[in-house]
Structures are given as C-alpha cells and as structure tokens.
C-alpha cells in the first residue's frame, strides 16, 4: 500500500516498523515518527537553514505556555539523534514504541495549539 509523505503516512508506517520488530526495524520506526514531527512543525520540510524545526517548536509552545509539546520534541529528536548517530547503543522496542506515542500525541497537541486539526485528529 503507497503512503503518502505527510505526518499520518510517516505515523502509519512508523507503526507497521514498530510491530514487525527487530532493531532495524524499530531504528525506522523511530526514524519516521521524528519526520512525521518535522514535517507537521515545517510542512514542506526543513532545508537545513533556520528556523531549525527546534526554533519553532520553541516560537509557538513557549508564549503559550506549552512545555509539555517542547518537551516531546526534545526527547523524541534525542532518540531519533541516538538512532541515526549511534550504532553501538541499541534502539529499543520501548524506545520505538515511546517515539510513535509521542509523536502522535506531539502532532495532535501541535493542531491544539495552533488550532486546527487533521484526519484522525492528527
């Protein structure tokens, strides 16, 4: 089934890596739900410059009091850092299974904030 480059097809495909298992799979899972973050922060994508999607997480969750979002990024860019830079530490199933909620309850808590909401509530 084709899935679509946006935050509900990265989400959906982050979940089927979560339940195939293995580190490999799970270092995906891990990998797709930090884009499908990325691209709900920066639709279209980052291109390297700034704003990095950091900064702007930081320029809505803060003024409005939301540390709660700011600290999802954080820590779900930490385990996706650790994924992709360092191989001699294991991704987890319980570090795929935590990056995939948090970035689904992050997208949801995102549209809160900037009052809209997509398919599914995402």
């Known amino acids: ?56 997480v930081r320029m809505f969750a803060q003024p409005a009091g939301r540390h709660d979002i700011a600290v999802l990024f954080r820590k779900l860019s930490d385990i996706c850092n650790r994924s992709v830079h360092v191989f001699d530490a294991g991704i987890t199933e319980a570090d795929a299974a935590y990056a995939v909620h948090a970035a689904e309850e992050f997208c949801r808590k995102w549209d809160g904030l900037l009052g809209r909401a997509g398919p599914n509530g995402l």
């Open 1 to 56: 089934m084709a899935r679509q480059a946006n935050p509900e097809g990265l989400l959906a495909f982050a979940d089927d890596m979560l339940s195939t298992g293995g580190e490999l799979s799970f270092r995906a899972a891990v990998n797709a739900a930090y884009a499908a973050v990325e691209l709900k922060v920066m639709p279209g994508g980052w291109k390297g410059q700034s704003p990095s999607p950091r900064d702007v």
